[in-house]
């Protein structure tokens, strides 16, 4: 049980369009979400935390106007990057966590803009 | 504040060599250690963790132990197999700030028969 699966994989993109990436809990209901990014050969940081039918909270320097976040139900949070740029190029990782429990994570989402 | 180190890679093993990964952390609370791996094309998954000073985790065939007095929190394994081929993510979660996570840069270990 605990599985988060990621949508798509892997996305490429041309710079100024938005990009939607989907994270789903799969077999439990899922309180809160989390949203990293993790750049190559450096760690996974955590962009915001959202919670079901509330506004995201970002960390410092995270953009909120362009990483709109979503967490319109137990199961599903969304994360859209508007008007790419290839400094958005990244690793997109999600995290799903029950109450009282640890978090488990999505396989990641590859973005690359052109 | 809360940081992690873990020792760069990549990490390239003949099957059955002794595996160590060092990890070392800085935190302002009392935090919980735990490792992660990432397989190829998956998502990450626990690999063990502790909650406490001299904890020791363990989970197939791989032990950490929580030093408070290094800081450290180093993953072992006795005898790699090629299948334990992944990337190893050394993180934290301090309960003063609110249980966020922060991870290490992540070890690729490659084993190879």
């Known amino acids: 049980g605990a599985v988060v699966s990621q949508h798509p994989s892997w996305v490429i993109c041309k710079s100024g369009t938005s990009v939607k990436i989907e994270c789903r809990s799969l077999?439990?209901?899922?309180?809160?979400m989390f949203w990293y990014r993790q750049f190559p050969k450096q760690s996974l940081m955590l962009m915001a935390t959202s919670n079901e039918g509330s506004k995201a909270t970002y960390e410092q320097g995270v953009e909120k106007d362009k990483f709109l976040i979503n967490h319109a139900s137990l199961t599903l949070s969304t994360l859209t990057v508007t008007s790419a740029h290839p400094e958005d190029s990244s690793f997109y990782i999600c995290?799903?966590?029950?109450?009282?429990?640890?978090?488990?994570f999505g396989p990641g989402t590859r973005l690359t803009v052109l | 504040g809360n940081s992690v180190t873990q020792m760069e890679g990549p990490v390239t093993l003949s099957e059955e060599a002794f595996l160590t990964i060092n990890c070392t952390y800085t935190a302002t609370g009392y935090p919980s250690l735990f490792w992660y791996v990432q397989y190829p094309g998956e998502g990450l998954q626990l690999l063990l963790k502790?909650?406490?000073?001299?904890d020791k985790g363990s989970n197939k065939g791989f032990e950490a132990t929580y030093r408070k007095e290094t800081t450290s929190f180093h993953l072992e394994k006795g005898s790699v197999q090629v299948s334990d081929s992944a990337v190893y993510f050394c993180?934290?979660?301090?309960?003063?700030?609110?249980?966020?996570?922060?991870f290490g840069t992540g070890t690729s270990l490659t084993v190879i028969p």
């Open positions: 502790a909650t406490k000073a001299d």
């Open positions: 077999d439990f209901q899922a309180t809160t």
């Open positions: 993180a934290l979660s301090d309960r003063s700030t609110g249980n966020q996570f922060y």
């Open positions: 995290s799903a966590r029950r109450a009282g429990d640890t978090q488990y």
